[in-house]
T-cell receptor
Framework: QKEVEQDPGPLSVPEGAIVSLNCTYS??????FMWYRQYSRKGPELLMY????GNKEDGRFTAQVDKSSKYISLFIRDSQPSDSATYLC?????????????FGQGTILTVHP | DTGVSQDPRHKITKRGQNVTFRCDPI?????LYWYRQTLGQGPEFLTY????????KSRLLSDRFSAERPKGSFSTLEIQRTEQGDSAMYLC??????????????FGPGTRLTVL
């Protein structure tokens, strides 16, 4: 079993829809959680960075972490065609594992006009 | 451009050949990471450096793989005697580690390796 599981999709939504992307994880030591966006044949780009449980909002993006259920979510409001990409969740434990990111498989999102 | 750069962007080689990739991190970043990403999968951690010291290597990094970061600046990743299973995107990332809360990794565009 992978430490971070993510539904690979693909997910297709109309422009303007609210998108919900989700991951689960199994390593209780994970404390830091990230969402990256990756366009085709490009490197991942950081979208959101959260510590422990709670919500974080940045523009149209909201990240949620529920450590009790080991569940990570990213919501995209008013989705745009330019949001079409692969979304990767990632986590790391901190301490001596600083920066050693464990990624999910990635969810392919298409937003059609 | 002040982002992470990687060279070459694409590399096609024959099985058994050696290849070397280069990564130039964001200036002043003290941490540098290498990841490997295969089609349809998320990146997998390979190794990382803090300044010039290589602090951790994944089990994925076989004896055919070696990474260096001389003088704590750019880094190279060498694969010897390449195999078809080495075909992947090799991603480099860098960060300025002041505390865990600031260890934001910025990725380069990757080097896509194809082993024939």
């Amino acid at each position: 079993q992978k430490e971070v599981e993510q539904d690979p999709g693909p997910l297709s939504v109309p422009e303007g829809a609210i998108v919900s992307l989700n991951c689960t994880y199994s390593n209780s030591a994970f404390q830091y959680f990230m969402w990256y966006r990756q366009y085709s044949r490009k490197g991942p780009e950081l979208l959101m960075y959260t510590y422990s449980s709670g919500n974080k909002e940045d523009g149209r993006f909201t990240a949620q972490v529920d450590k009790s259920s080991k569940y990570i979510s990213l919501f995209i409001r008013d989705s745009q065609p330019s949001d079409s990409a692969t979304y990767l969740c990632a986590a790391f434990a901190g301490g001596t594992s600083y920066g050693k990111l464990t990624f999910g498989q990635g969810t392919i999102l298409t937003v059609h006009p | 451009d002040t982002g992470v750069s990687q060279d070459p962007r694409h590399k096609i080689t024959k099985r058994g050949q050696n290849v070397t990739f280069r990564c130039d991190p964001i200036s002043e970043h003290n941490r540098l990471y290498w990841y490997r990403q295969t089609l349809g999968q998320g990146p997998e951690f390979l190794t990382y450096f803090q300044n010039e010291a290589q602090l951790e290597k994944s089990r994925l990094l076989s004896d055919r793989f070696s990474a260096e970061r001389p003088k704590g600046s750019f880094s190279t990743l060498e694969i010897q005697r390449t195999e078809q299973g080495d075909s992947a995107m090799y991603l480099c990332a860098s960060s300025l580690l002041l505390a865990a809360s600031t260890d934001t990794q910025y990725f380069g565009p990757g080097t896509r390796l194809t082993v024939l």
